[in-house]
C-alpha cells in the first residue's frame, strides 16, 4: 500500500507539472501573439505617418532565367515609408536557344567504355554576365495590409560586363584524351555528324578560365516584388520581371550561328534575406 501511495504520488506531482510547463508555454505564446501586432500596428501607424518600417534590407536572389540562371545580392536602404534604394550585383549564365546537352559513351584507344560528362554539340563559348546596378523599390500595394504581403516595382539599371569563355570538350585521340576548343583545325572534329565516334564528354569547369574574354556593356531591368512578410525582420518573396543587356561586341555562343549583342529575358526569382 506504500508503494502504491507513492507511486500515486509521484505521478499527481508528474501531471500537476506538467499542466503547469503546459500553461505557462500557452501564456508565452499569447503574449508573443499580442507583441508581435502589437509591433506591427506600430509600424503601419509609422508608415502612415512617413517613417519607414525597417532602415535597409540585405537580400539573396536564385533566380531562373529563360535562357539561364542566375543569383543575384542585393543591399536596400530606405528613403521614405514606401521608397527604397537598392544596389545589387548578379552574376548570370547565358545559354543559346540551340543548346541540348547530351551524353555519349566512349572508349579510350578501344578500351573499356563508359558514359562521360554531359556536353552540348557545337557550342563554342560559355557566357557569363557580371552585372552592377543602382536603383529603386517602390512599394505599390499593401500598404496598410495587417498581414504583411506587399507589392513593390523594382526599376534599376547599370553595367554588365560579358565574359565569354572558350567551351572545351574532351575528346579521343591516338595518344588517349584531348581536350579541345573550336578553332579552325578542330571545326571538322567539333561538327562531326557522329559526334559519339571520338567525344567523351564535357571538360566542367577545369578549361578556359585563363582565355576569358571581357565585353562591356550595360542593363536595365524592371520587376514586380511579392513580399508576404514585409513586417518581419526575414525577407521571404517572389519576384518575376524582365531584363534586356545590350553589349558592345557580338557574343558568339554556337559554331556556325550569328553572334549577337542584345539580350532580351524574362526571370523569376525566390528572394530569401533580413532586415534591420
Not at 528613403?79 to 547530351?102: C, D, F, P
Request: proline content about 3%.
Amino acid at each position: 500500500m506504500l508503494i502504491s501511495n507513492r507511486v500515486f504520488f509521484l505521478f499527481a506531482t508528474c501531471l500537476i507539472l506538467f499542466n503547469s510547463s503546459a500553461v505557462s508555454q500557452q501564456r508565452n505564446k499569447e503574449q508573443a501573439r499580442i507583441e508581435k501586432n502589437r509591433r506591427i500596428n506600430q509600424m503601419i501607424r509609422n508608415e502612415e505617418e512617413g517613417v519607414p518600417a525597417f532602415e535597409k534590407h540585405s537580400i539573396t536572389s536564385i533566380k531562373n532565367h529563360h535562357d539561364g540562371w542566375g543569383i543575384a545580392f542585393e543591399k536596400g536602404f530606405s528613403t521614405s515609408a514606401y521608397k527604397t534604394t537598392i544596389l545589387q550585383l548578379e552574376l548570370t549564365e547565358k545559354q543559346h536557344r540551340k543548346e541540348q546537352k547530351q551524353s555519349t559513351p566512349g572508349s579510350i584507344n578501344g578500351g573499356f567504355a563508359y558514359f562521360g560528362r554531359p556536353f552540348v554539340f557545337g557550342k563554342q563559348n560559355i557566357f557569363y554576365q557580371a552585372k552592377l546596378g543602382f536603383g529603386k523599390q517602390i512599394m505599390l500595394g499593401g500598404k496598410s495590409n495587417k498581414n504583411g504581403v506587399a507589392v513593390y516595382g523594382i526599376f534599376l539599371g547599370g553595367f554588365s560586363a560579358g565574359l565569354a569563355r572558350p567551351y572545351y570538350i574532351q575528346f579521343s585521340v591516338d595518344t588517349g584524351v584531348a581536350y579541345l576548343k573550336y578553332q579552325a583545325e578542330t571545326k571538322d572534329a567539333f561538327l562531326n555528324l557522329d559526334p559519339t565516334k571520338d567525344i567523351i564528354g564535357g571538360a566542367g569547369l577545369r578549361k578556359g578560365w585563363n582565355e576569358i574574354k571581357f565585353n562591356p556593356g550595360v542593363y536595365a531591368k524592371a520587376s514586380l516584388r511579392f513580399d508576404w512578410a514585409r513586417f518581419n525582420q526575414v525577407v521571404s518573396a517572389i519576384e518575376v520581371g524582365f531584363m534586356a543587356d545590350l553589349y558592345s561586341k557580338k557574343v558568339v555562343q554556337m559554331i556556325d550561328v550569328s553572334g549577337r549583342s542584345f539580350f532580351p529575358s524574362g526571370f523569376i526569382a525566390l528572394n530569401f534575406g533580413r532586415r534591420k
